[in-house]
């Protein structure tokens, strides 16, 4: 089934599939410059890091992964990037995790379809690569990706996933996707369908695989995932019978966490961040 959607979303048959992106690139996308004075950077200290090869399907794609100098069978964290890829803050975000004691993996998800930190504009960047990613190939994707985690270090029975912006709406798909996802922290991800969104699911339609997994953090001020559009999610997981939760912070907008762009909120940030550690202790994570 993972062959035939490949196929199906590339037109390009398995054994003569070129990726677009091969590596990861270094700094922070064009499309979000100049960066902030407030860009937090978290040093290797006592970690391991570096770019990994994920074997996927059709090839494989490259990640960015974090975690303690030593020791095996490591809780594991999915990262899944925002909607600029993976550049330096979401790396950074792996080293954060890292220094938490997690083994942190970012795999690069539009490897497919091009390299987005070279976008100066981020409408041509959606028009461009994003809306060409299909959630399908993604899920499998993330798949692979918790698959080799666990070949390296990881512990398969520890798995949770994180993800922001375009990251955190995937973050609730997979979750509801994948029963072996112990948590999810879900950062301000889209969660119903918009006019022109072809994909075949939204978070408010998979509310009922969640079963209790998912904590949600969203910004009040956030004009592209609205209030309305919280309480249309939060209806559907009561609906559900479901104890995922949704938080909403007052005064932050979209991105509240990403320290290098200018709607970061402090004060919204470092609470959200312990209940993301909190959500995942609590889940055994």
Not at 51 to 57: F, G, L, M, Q, S
Not at 64 to 75: E, N, S
Not at 106 to 129: C, F, H, M, N
Not at 266 to 271: C, G, L, N, Q, W
Request: aromatic share 10%; charged share 20%.
């Amino acid at each position: 089934m993972t062959e035939e959607i490949i196929k199906r979303v590339t037109g390009t048959p398995l054994n003569r599939r070129a990726f677009a992106v091969t590596s990861l690139a270094t700094g922070f996308a064009l499309s979000v410059q100049p960066i902030a004075a407030s860009s937090i950077t978290t040093d290797a200290t006592g970690l391991e890091t570096g770019e990994a090869k994920i074997p996927v399907a059709d090839g494989e794609i490259p990640a960015y992964f974090a975690k303690p100098a030593k020791g095996t069978k490591l809780k594991t964290v999915i990262v899944i990037q925002e909607i600029f890829g993976i550049h330096e803050w979401i790396k950074d975000v792996c080293r954060r995790f890292a220094k938490e004691g997690y083994f942190a993996v970012a795999p690069s998800l539009y490897s497919r379809q091009g390299d987005p930190l070279a976008y100066t504009d981020i409408q041509k960047l959606v028009a461009e690569i994003v809306m060409k990613v299909d959630d399908n190939v993604v899920l499998t994707d993330i798949d692979s990706t918790a698959k080799w985690a666990a070949g390296n270090g990881g512990d398969p029975a520890k798995l949770a996933v994180t993800g922001f912006c375009w990251g955190g709406r995937q973050t609730w798909l997979y979750t509801a996707h994948n029963p072996n996802v112990k948590a999810g922290v879900a950062w301000y991800g889209g969660l119903v369908r918009k006019e022109g969104n072809t994909q075949p699911k939204h978070p408010v339609e998979v509310a009922a695989q969640l079963k209790g997994r998912v904590l949600g953090l969203y910004g009040e001020l956030d004009k592209g995932i609205t209030l309305e559009h919280v309480e249309a999610m939060r209806a559907a997981i009561k609906a559900a019978g479901d104890t995922s939760e949704i938080i909403v912070y007052p005064g932050a907008d979209h991105g509240f966490l990403a320290d290098y762009r200018p709607t970061y909120h402090e004060a919204s940030a470092k609470d959200a961040w312990g209940k993301c550690l909190a959500w995942f202790k609590r889940h055994g994570v």
